[in-house]
């Protein structure tokens, strides 16, 4: 496979993950400011729906894509010598198994029980204790800069590790600002 086609794939799956994380978010963001149960469950539904429908395949296309690029474009594993690329895959790594355990974890979790809910025709208890969970909203809102850092690694390239430190405390102090205000911004309620 020709390069500038591995190139194309590799842009086609950031773009895919990329609106599908903005999608995600929105319709987290969204789902924080109702306290109607129908519109609610619509919106965890849509989280569902950008989460499966684009941002998987956009990470798995990124996977294949850039595994390839690295064996055939960057040497295998002497990408590691490389900060850029390095700093890279580990973020994409860190973000596929993050991704696929504890924030897909919890929005199934969150979909099962406002499913649950629905049939009962009101919150419950435990889906009111699910939404305000903190690990998985401070993970949730730590992919849109881990993809941010990612981004900025392969554009800028760098040759020293300063950008992927810097820009993983910036990304770890943005999610914590999040995390914390966004709650406040739109309280549960009961």
Request: charged content about 15%; overall charge positive.
């Amino acid at each position: 496979m020709s390069y500038s086609l591995l190139k194309f794939g590799h842009l086609l799956g950031a773009v895919l993950i990329g609106g599908g994380l903005i999608s995600v978010w929105l319709c987290d963001l969204r789902s924080r400011q109702i306290h109607e149960l129908r519109a609610f469950s619509e919106a965890v539904r849509y989280v569902a729906i950008f989460y499966d429908g684009v941002v998987v395949p956009g990470a798995i296309l990124l996977l294949i894509s850039g595994s390839w690029l690295i064996v055939t474009h960057f040497g295998g594993w002497e990408f590691l010598k490389t900060p850029w690329l390095a700093g890279m895959v580990f973020l994409f790594a860190f973000e596929f198994i993050e991704g696929n355990t504890i924030t897909r974890l919890y929005f199934l979790k969150l979909r099962r029980l406002t499913e649950k809910a629905l049939t009962a025709g009101q919150f419950s208890p435990d889906l009111n204790q699910a939404r305000g969970e903190m690990l998985p909203t401070f993970t949730h809102f730590l992919d849109l800069p881990i993809l941010f850092l990612i981004i900025a690694l392969g554009a800028i390239r760098p040759d020293s590790w300063a950008l992927f430190f810097v820009g993983l405390i910036a990304a770890v102090l943005t999610a914590t600002a999040f995390t914390i205000c966004i709650p406040k911004l739109y309280p549960w309620g009961k």
